[in-house]
Nanobody
Framework: QVQLVESGGGFVQPGGSLRLSCAAS????????MGWFRQAPGKEREFVSA????????YYADSVKGRFTISRDNAKNTVNLQMNSLKPEDTAVYYC?????????????????WGRGTQVTVSS
């Protein structure tokens, strides 16, 4: 089992920045990749970004490319999502997820473990 706990959400004005963190515990050795997804009210959960645990290869949704940066700290078993130039349409609950099987970065069904989410609100 893997436990995931997100932190760092909050309220920010358009153009601002936030940094999300996801702390993983438990059977860390089984993780192949970690990802961030988000879900806005009335919308389906969508892929934001992912990173392969061993190689560090990164993946981004087109909507956040150039604004968000995902990184990992293997020693601390954490994954961070630096979010810059935030827009109102980035408002959502952000979820951290861990994959232990075949890595399909943008496919939510490929992830085995999920955190409870952290709210990000971008508004003036």
């Amino acid at each position: 089992q893997v436990q995931l706990v997100e932190s760092g959400g909050g309220f920010v004005q358009p153009g601002g920045s936030l940094r999300l963190s996801c702390a993983a515990s438990g059977s860390i050795f089984s993780i192949n990749a970690m990802g961030w997804f988000r879900q806005a009210p009335g919308k389906e959960r969508e892929f934001v970004s992912a990173i392969k645990w061993s190689s560090g290869s990164t993946y981004y949704a087109d909507s956040v490319k150039g604004r968000f940066t995902i990184s990992r700290d293997n020693a601390k078993n954490t994954v961070n999502l630096q979010m810059n130039s935030l827009k109102p349409e980035d408002t959502a609950v952000y979820y951290c997820a861990a994959n232990r099987g075949v890595v399909r970065p943008s496919v939510s069904q490929a992830y085995d473990y999920w955190g409870r989410g952290t709210q990000v609100t971008v508004s003036s």
